[in-house]
């Protein structure tokens, strides 16, 4: 079956800190990759995502790369700030039958930056 | 413009009893999505409407589980006879097609059952 496996939180880092926040996924076909971000008090919100094998994703600062080798999707910023604490979550999406972009989402990682 | 809303964002309820969640999408978009996200893990899938018809149910748990979205925009989740493990976070998502890979989600409803 379909499933993300992102790496336990909370991580906690002091501003311009590197961050890595670990993503593997299992699915079958081919799946497109997704980073979501909840910042506290707000919804889901995509950060960014990458559709196919090799491509890049990024936005604010972040990146992430579809890995198919070792089917990851590790997220990744040079200097976070106190503003990028935050939920995030990786999630994929495989179309299906009914063309659904149904996600499957990890388990979540907190992020905590710390002045 | 107007994101995804939900409503109510909080219900409390007693076991047993029946619940409506309300949806109402970004105007115009086609796909409508519901997830529930219980407390320490990440949202998952119940229900895709395209339109007005339910695309794709595999997520609903069970029976007591039932969405509708008559006119192709805002959408109703159903819950009959509430159980304790129906206690979750329930949100809601649109994009503007089944082939968009952006969703947008809603707040959400944080729904209790006593």
């Known amino acids: 079956g379909n499933s993300v496996t992102q790496m336990e939180g909370p991580v906690t880092l002091s501003e311009e800190a590197f961050l890595t926040i670990n993503c593997t996924y299992t699915?079958?076909?081919?799946?497109?990759l997704f980073w979501y971000v909840q910042y506290p008090g707000e919804g889901l919100q995509l950060l960014l995502k990458a559709t196919k094998a090799d491509d890049k994703g990024s936005n604010k600062g972040f990146e992430a790369t579809y890995r198919k080798e070792t089917t990851s999707f590790h997220l990744e910023k040079g200097s976070v700030q106190v503003s990028d604490s935050a939920v995030y979550f990786c999630a994929l999406s495989v179309k299906g039958g009914g063309a659904t972009n149904k996600l499957i989402f990890g388990t979540g990682t907190l992020l905590a930056v710390q002045p | 413009g107007a994101g995804v809303s939900q409503t109510p964002s909080n219900k409390v309820t007693e076991k047993g009893k029946y619940v409506e969640l309300r949806c109402d999408p970004i105007?115009?978009?086609?796909?409508l999505y519901w997830y529930r996200q219980s407390l320490g893990q990440g949202p998952e899938f119940l229900i895709y409407f395209q339109g007005t018809g339910a695309a794709d149910d595999s997520g609903l748990p069970n029976d007591r589980f039932f969405a509708v979205r008559p006119e192709g925009s805002v959408s109703t989740l159903k819950i009959q006879r509430t159980e304790r493990g129906d206690s979750a976070v329930y949100l809601c998502?649109?994009?503007?097609?089944?082939?968009?890979?952006?969703?947008?989600f809603g707040p959400g409803t944080r729904l209790t059952v006593t």
């Open positions: 105007s115009g978009h086609t796909a």
């Open positions: 998502a649109s994009s503007l097609t089944g082939t968009s890979y952006e969703q947008y």
């Open positions: 699915a079958t076909g081919y799946p497109s």
